[in-house]
T-cell receptor, first 111, second 114 residues
Framework: QKEVEQNSGPLSVPEGAIASLNCTYSDRGSQSFFWYRQYSGKSPELIMFIYSNGDKEDGRFTAQLNKASQYVSLLIRDSQPSDSATYLCAVNVGGTYKYIFGTGTRLKVLA | NAGVTQTPKFRILKIGQSMTLQCAQDMNHNYMYWYRQDPGMGLKLIYYSVGAGITDKGEVPNGYNVSRSTTEDFPLRLELAAPSQTSVYFC?????????????FGSGTRLTVV
């Protein structure tokens, strides 16, 4: 059974700080990695995707991928109260078009 | 641009009843997916499709069926509803290149089986 694991949180950070969210996965064949944000009662929305080892930056968000250690992380710089949400990590099952999700980390940014 | 449209938004079913959750996308995406999300949990893949006429099982397919007769539509059928199927159901689609590679989700169907 392929697995994606996230700490459920809540992760509380003060406004303006860096929030660091982590995700580990079990399938060494996984090639595509996604971060989604989900506000309470809403559908998930894509924040970033990453395929290659290293960092990928988009505005205040940075995704980091380490395939050797099988983890992917999301950094949110200058965290804002509007960033308070659940962040879901999704990973493809190697060799397939299936994507499985972690249970999500709830982030609370304190004003 | 409507994106992914799911209907209905809410539904209450009695045990043993059947229903179809509708999903339609207007982005010409080949890949479509059905997930369920239980309270406080992540999304579990039910079924997916890589194109018209092609479907495959996900992590939790039991009690569900799908069909994909057109690129646009991917309905999910619940047969003999059970309380364990109480959940929020999300349909998603994605393209196969660039920024289109991530999922676009519908707004969800909240289903209660009583």
């Amino acid at each position: 059974q392929k697995e994606v694991e996230q700490n459920s949180g809540p992760l509380s950070v003060p406004e303006g700080a860096i929030a660091s969210l982590n995700c580990t996965y079990s399938d060494r064949g996984s090639q595509s990695f996604f971060w989604y944000r989900q506000y309470s009662g809403k559908s998930p929305e894509l924040i970033m995707f990453i395929y290659s080892n290293g960092d990928k930056e988009d505005g205040r968000f940075t995704a980091q991928l380490n395939k050797a250690s099988q983890y992917v992380s999301l950094l949110i710089r200058d965290s804002q109260p509007s960033d308070s949400a659940t962040y879901l990590c999704a990973v493809n099952v190697g060799g397939t078009y299936k994507y499985i999700f972690g249970t999500g980390t709830r982030l609370k940014v304190l004003a | 641009n409507a994106g992914v449209t799911q209907t209905p938004k809410f539904r209450i079913l009695k045990i043993g009843q059947s229903m179809t959750l509708q999903c339609a996308q207007d982005m010409n995406h080949n890949y479509m997916y059905w997930y369920r999300q239980d309270p406080g949990m992540g999304l579990k893949l039910i079924y997916y499709s890589v194109g018209a006429g092609i479907t495959d099982k996900g992590e939790v397919p039991n009690g569900y069926n799908v069909s994909r007769s057109t690129t646009e539509d991917f309905p999910l059928r619940l047969e003999l509803a059970a309380p364990s199927q109480t959940s929020v159901y999300f349909c998603a689609s994605r393209g196969d290149r660039g920024a289109d590679y991530g999922y676009t989700f519908g707004s969800g169907t909240r289903l209660t089986v009583v």
